[in-house]
């Protein structure tokens, strides 16, 4: 999930303690915060509840559950709150009161005192847009009381894997209003001694596919939205293993491979879509379950001193994730492409492809066309084709990475408030 930094809000506060050293006499060493919190809401029943806290910006955060008496805990950012806690802080379904402070110079907590056991179902931070301020967001679940102290555990991930992907994104450059950009890589198939397929004129796939995804990249770049990588940038040979490897190296948001291939049939053309086969991506899950690639894995997820159990749920999480966010990003490709260019029959696909077969990096391979086909490789080398197929993919890829803000792991988000 893309968020914005929020190293801005530490370092004002730094930086006004500095300010603040010269006068020790200062009653009040108090930092202005910089984020301001200016409303909440809750929504929903004695079986789930949202708690919706409005903010002038997105922040990190952390959630946690504490028992005796069940509570929930939500750490933030110093926060200025700019409204009356009085008329606030009454519950509603499983949450029966919430209150709010400076619970030291270095952040704010958000206490909600439950109704009774519940767990965060989910738990996430909009950036502002469209007018909107940012929000928090706490999704809460009905559970029993055996059950609270595991799904705490599990709630724990969930903020242990919501902190990596930010200090993921911290690490990219920062666009117009601060919003962090999504890293894409395109990964131009075959190069060097493998051609790739070969139509009737003799122009290669490795050719098309690297002009293409050249061509790709530029479009990408020039949106403002992305940041782009490619696996090649020349006519060299790219063993399948480096292409991957490259990606995961970078923690791409996205690996998107580019394909021309040939068929037997000469008949079929178009373009489609494929993500990792079930059973492919099953086989992948298992191999994580133990050996090198699961510590390389967690090793990415950059959680120090996860137990077992623990490590366990978070390999599914990424696992989960990443399947979804592949297969989400593929339907999203073909609506896209379907709109200006010509498709096969059942676009979306998938195969066990090897270079999809990145645990933790989101993939989709897209075939442009079939160079076996007469009109396909006729399209392929149309200048005018091209730019509609590689318009077609950024429309897309701005969809997708727009909407990913307001979802989480899960299939469907319920619209926020
Ligand atoms: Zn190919």
């Known amino acids: ?95 029966a009161r919430w209150r709010y402070g400076q619970f030291s110079s270095e952040g704010s907590r958000l206490i909600l005192d439950l109704a009774g056991p519940a767990s965060v179902d989910r738990s996430f931070v909009l950036p502002a847009q469209n007018g909107q301020p940012a929000r928090l967001v706490v999704d809460l679940l009905k559970t029993t009381p055996d059950a609270f102290r595991a ?33 894409i890589v395109l990964d131009p198939g075959h190069g060097g001694v493998d051609t790739g397929a070969v139509g009737r004129k003799r122009i290669p796939e490795k050719t098309i596919v690297l002009d293409f995804s050249s061509m790709l990249k530029h479009k990408l770049e020039e949106t403002g939205e992305f940041e782009v990588k490619m696996t090649r940038t020349e006519d060299v040979f790219v063993r399948l293993k480096d292409r991957v490897d490259f990606a995961r190296r970078l923690e791409a948001d996205l690996m998107i491979s580019i394909h021309a291939d040939s068929v037997r049939q000469r008949s079929v053309k178009g373009a489609s879509v494929y993500t990792l086969s079930d ?64 498709l096969v029959n059942n676009p979306m696909r998938s195969a066990a492809f090897r270079v999809l077969r990145a645990p933790d990096v989101p993939s989709i391979l897209v075939e442009l066309g079939f160079l076996s086909n007469r009109d396909d490789e006729k399209r392929l080398l149309t200048a005018e084709w091209r730019e509609r197929a590689a318009d077609a993919i950024v429309h897309s890829l701005q969809t997708f990475f727009a909407a990913r803000l307001a979802k989480s792991s899960e299939q469907s988000e319920p619209k926020v408030e």
């Open 279 to 342: 059973r492919a991506s099953d086989a992948i899950s298992a191999e994580l379950a133990e050996g090198e690639t699961r510590s390389e894995v967690l090793a990415g997820l950059h959680i120090a001193d996860a137990t077992e159990e623990v490590s366990d749920i978070l390999l599914d999480l990424t696992r989960r994730e990443t399947t979804n966010f592949s297969i989400h990003a593929k339907r999203q490709v073909v609506t896209s492409m379907g709109k200006s260019i010509p």
């Open 1 to 95: 999930m893309i968020r914005k930094a929020v190293r801005r809000t530490g370092l004002a506060f730094l930086l006004t303690l500095a300010a603040f050293a010269g006068h020790p006499g200062s009653a009040e060493l108090s930092a202005e915060p910089v984020v301001t919190a200016s409303g909440a809401r809750i929504a929903g029943d004695q079986a789930r509840t949202r708690f919706v806290f409005d903010l002038s910006e997105a922040v990190e955060m952390t959630v946690f559950s504490l028992a005796d008496p069940y509570r929930i805990v939500i750490d933030l950012p110093p926060l200025r709150f700019s409204f009356d806690q009085g008329t606030n802080s009454l519950g509603r379904g499983l949450i």
């Open 151 to 183: 799904v705490a555990a599990a709630a724990s991930v969930r903020a242990a894997s919501q902190a990596q992907r930010i200090r993921k994104t911290d690490r990219l450059p920062v666009g117009a209003g601060r919003r962090v950009r999504p890293l």
